[in-house]
């Protein structure tokens, strides 16, 4: 017996603290007598079976925020059960806290580049500074220039609210670098900003 299914969408309920959710539906097994909704951390490696009946969509409830989970399918007659669905992954979104909220966010963070500068020969191994202003309802902790993802430089203190800038050492791989900044505040509000500079080592 074979079931074709397909994932119509996931929620979050959107609120700090909460979990997350995610309704699927699926096509009907003209043979099945109910279905259960299979439910783990990396493919095909399931650790929780919901049965949910002879219904064709349900939700699966608190999920965790940041976590990647996935969701496949089985139909059953008796003790008889078909093979899996195909399978389909989702990545819960992260929780979000409203007062951290840029623009309106009480305690939102506002980060403003100005300026890239350069000593030495520019090359790999270089060091530059990236000049900014940063702007919070309270003070920010820690501030990274970041590339790729990864951090280049980090800075960390009780006030950095007016920092003007982080020196870093350019990398020593060939490329083209995009900058970004990301500064955290002692509500524990996170922001990160792509700058409009980048930095190209020959």
Same mark, same amino acid.
């Given at each position: &017996?074979?079931?074709?299914?397909?994932?119509v969408a996931w929620l979050s309920l959107g609120t700090l603290g909460s979990a997350a959710s995610v309704?699927?539906?699926?096509?009907?097994?003209?043979?099945?007598?109910?279905?259960?909704?299979? =439910?783990?951390?990396?493919?095909?490696?399931?650790?929780?079976?919901?049965?949910?009946?002879?219904?064709?969509?349900?939700?699966? !409830?608190?999920?965790?925020?940041?976590?990647?989970?996935?969701?496949?399918?089985?139909?059953?007659?008796?003790?008889?059960?078909?093979?899996?669905?195909?399978?389909?992954?989702?990545?819960?979104? !992260?929780?979000?806290?409203?007062?951290?909220?840029? !623009?309106?966010?009480?305690?939102?963070?506002?980060?403003?580049?100005?300026?890239?500068?350069?000593?030495?020969?520019?090359?790999?191994?270089?060091?530059?500074?990236l000049d900014f202003q940063l702007a919070s309802a309270s003070p920010i902790t820690h501030v990274a220039v970041r590339t790729k993802g990864a951090n280049l430089?980090?800075?960390?203190?009780?006030?950095?609210?007016?920092?003007?800038? =982080?020196?870093?050492?350019?990398?020593? &791989?060939?490329? +083209?670098? !995009?900058?970004?900044?990301?500064?955290?505040?002692?509500?524990?509000?996170?922001?990160?900003?792509? +700058?409009?500079? +980048? =930095?190209?080592?020959?």
């Amino acid at each position: &017996m074979r079931i074709l299914w397909t994932l119509v969408a996931w929620l979050s309920l959107g609120t700090l603290g909460s979990a997350a959710s995610v309704t699927m539906a699926w096509e009907a097994s003209p043979t099945a007598a109910g279905y259960r909704v299979l =439910v783990g951390p990396a493919s095909r490696t399931y650790t929780t079976t919901i049965d949910v009946g002879n219904v064709l969509q349900a939700t699966v !409830p608190d999920l965790v925020p940041g976590q990647v989970y996935y969701f496949a399918v089985i139909a059953y007659t008796g003790a008889l059960v078909s093979l899996y669905s195909n399978e389909i992954s989702r990545e819960m979104p !992260p929780d979000v806290d409203p007062a951290c909220t840029p !623009p309106l966010g009480s305690q939102s963070i506002a980060i403003f580049p100005t300026a890239l500068q350069k000593t030495g020969s520019g090359g790999a191994g270089s060091n530059a500074r990236l000049d900014f202003q940063l702007a919070s309802a309270s003070p920010i902790t820690h501030v990274a220039v970041r590339t790729k993802g990864a951090n280049l430089e980090t800075m960390d203190g009780a006030n950095l609210t007016k920092l003007a800038g =982080v020196w870093f050492r350019l990398p020593s &791989m060939a490329g +083209t670098y !995009p900058l970004s900044i990301l500064a955290s505040n002692a509500y524990g509000c996170t922001r990160e900003v792509l +700058t409009p500079r +980048t =930095v190209t080592i020959p």
